[in-house]
């Protein structure tokens, strides 16, 4: 069985100081790893992946995460925050027959103050 | 390219009534999910196709949920009858084939049962 668990279901930065998004991971196999984000009112896109290749992904927006085996991880990070950051975000395993049975950790609202 | 197409984006029925969601996924995505979105929460999946077989069904309510994704491509979510609690927002996302691809989102479509 596969799950994930986010940490923090609210994080809040202010505007030019470094986000920490925590997710922890639970996986049999080699899992892939995503993360997604929502904004009000919009689909989700996704921000990056890990799938086996580099340990440190880099995504858009300045966004990064880093895949830790050892310590079933892969944290979301930003050094700079910015007001448009503010919103929901998804970590996401998935595992399977080509990988794609998606399964999603309860989110984190990431909060940016002025 | 256009991304996933959901219809309609917003749907307000009385409890008791059916109602139906349609999806259309990105041109040659083989895989397509439908997954349910409680407010504050992360998706679930109720249902995964690949082509036109439902390989994941395990969480769809069967008394009340069913779907059907003919020819392998638009795919329909309905539920009959709805019930209060089934008031969320549907999203369908599509994939293509090969090893840790990501899911592309539509926009979902959010029910209200009164």
């Known amino acids: 069985a596969q799950s994930v668990t986010q940490l923090d279901s609210h994080v809040s930065v202010s505007e030019g100081t470094p986000v920490l998004l925590r997710c922890n991971y639970s996986?049999?196999?080699?899992?892939?790893l995503f993360w997604y984000v929502q904004h009000p009112n919009k689909g989700l896109q996704l921000l990056l992946k890990?799938?086996?290749?580099?340990?440190l992904v880099k995504g858009i927006n300045g966004f990064e995460a880093e895949f830790k085996k050892s310590e079933t991880s892969f944290h979301l990070t930003k050094p700079s925050a910015h007001m448009s950051d503010a919103a929901e975000y998804f970590c996401?395993?998935?595992?399977?027959?080509?990988?794609?049975?998606?399964?999603f950790g309860s989110g984190t609202r990431l909060q940016v103050q002025p | 390219e256009a991304g996933v197409v959901q219809s309609p984006r917003y749907k307000i029925i009385e409890k008791k009534q059916p109602v139906a969601f349609w999806c259309n996924p990105i041109s040659g995505h083989n895989t397509l999910y439908w997954y349910l979105q409680n407010l504050g929460q992360g998706p679930e999946l109720l249902i995964r196709y690949e082509n036109e077989e439902a390989v994941d069904d395990s969480q769809l309510p069967k008394d009340r949920f069913s779907a059907e994704r003919l020819k392998g491509v638009d795919s329909t979510l309905k539920i009959q009858p709805a019930e209060l609690g089934d008031s969320a927002v549907y999203l369908c996302?599509?994939?293509?084939?090969?090893?840790?691809?990501?899911?592309?989102f539509g926009q979902g479509t959010r029910l209200t049962v009164v």
């Open positions: 996986s049999s196999y080699s899992p892939s």
């Open positions: 996302a599509s994939s293509s084939d090969g090893v840790n691809t990501e899911a592309f």
């Open positions: 890990y799938t086996s290749a580099a340990t």
């Open positions: 996401v395993v998935s595992m399977g027959t080509g990988r794609r049975a998606l399964t």
